[in-house]
């Protein structure tokens, strides 16, 4: 329970014990995050444990996690509430067959129409809602969304709430755990970030991801997780349009696991490059900086290491 962790090493051997390692600068973000119930925006290139972090968050306090994806175009009727239009209708053609709606009068009838029995309560909605225990708000890739989005959520970052014209403004009583993540394809507004905590999420050092590979990949031998990522470490040197993530690290130790190698070797690179680049040029870059020479550099340091 998070009412017990004091400390940012408690919150990082908490984490551990959930499957993600973090290091003293994200245990020590979260940390306050938790203590001064304060936003969380996380930065970073894609596939670095941004997400992760949310959902593991979910299962260490035993909160629902609720997600929304960011998108060009989202709106508060899909991210906050929307009114349930067709319940409303069903409830104007009962009035009118049943002659309520003459004797009611249209105003009151009109109130009626908006009450909370007739709200949608969307992600962020539903995170302020009272809960058994405090949900986990993910709002992903947020620099996806609109400027105009963006100038919405300041109230529920700043406040933790919504106002919504018919009804009022709601309130959370205890504020969910809020985690915003960016994969910076654009700048946050400085009005979002000021109310929110901030951290960049670098790649892992190498054994933080040779530990990471082991932990998701636990059949794969040792010497094999230890040149996955020493290789993987190596491509991102390079520059590419997209260098893996820890995700594309664990998809390819899981792919030559699954081919039954024990060791790379510049045959089997080739064949599941794929699995660790995503983009034809990216493949191409590392093919032309030389992929034998990429393989036995990263056999050595995974033997030094």
């Known amino acids: 329970m998070t009412d017990t962790i004091l400390t940012p090493e408690a919150v990082a051997a908490a984490l551990e014990q959930q499957g993600y390692s973090a290091d003293t600068g994200l245990s020590t973000a979260v940390f306050l995050a938790l203590t001064l119930e304060r936003p969380l925006l996380l930065e970073g290139e894609a596939g670095v444990g941004k997400t992760e972090l949310a959902k593991v968050l979910a299962r260490w306090t035993g909160g629902e996690l609720i997600r929304l994806q960011c998108y060009e175009g989202i709106d508060a009727t899909q991210a906050v509430y929307d009114w349930d239009y067709s319940r409303q209708l069903l409830h104007l053609r009962a009035a009118e067959a049943t002659g309520e709606a003459s004797s009611t009068g249209t105003e009151r009838l009109e109130n009626e129409l908006y009450q909370e029995r007739f709200l949608l309560k969307r992600a962020v909605l539903r995170a302020l809602s009272p809960a058994p225990v405090r949900p986990v708000l993910l709002i992903d890739e947020i620099d996806r969304a609109d400027d105009e989005f963006e100038a919405y959520l300041l109230e529920v970052l700043s406040d933790f709430q919504v106002t919504i014209p018919e009804l009022g403004t709601v309130r959370a009583d205890v504020p969910p755990i809020v985690v915003l993540t960016s994969n910076r394809t654009r700048d946050v507004h400085d009005a979002l970030k000021r109310r929110c905590l901030y951290h960049w999420v670098e790649h892992p050092s190498f ?66 490059l794929g699995a660790v680049l995503k983009y034809r040029e990216d493949q191409e870059r590392v093919e032309t900086n030389g992929l034998g020479e990429l393989v036995q550099a990263a056999v050595r340091r995974a033997l030094v290491a």
Request: charged share 30%; aromatic share 4%.
């Open 207 to 272: 054994e933080r991801e040779v530990s990471i590979v082991r932990r998701r990949v636990p059949d794969i031998a040792e010497g094999l997780a230890r040149q996955v990522a020493a290789a993987t470490e190596a491509m991102r040197a390079l520059h590419l349009y997209k260098p893996p993530g820890i995700a594309e690290t664990i998809d390819w130790a899981t792919a030559l696991g699954r081919l039954g190698a024990v060791a790379i070797d510049e045959h089997r690179v080739r064949a599941t």
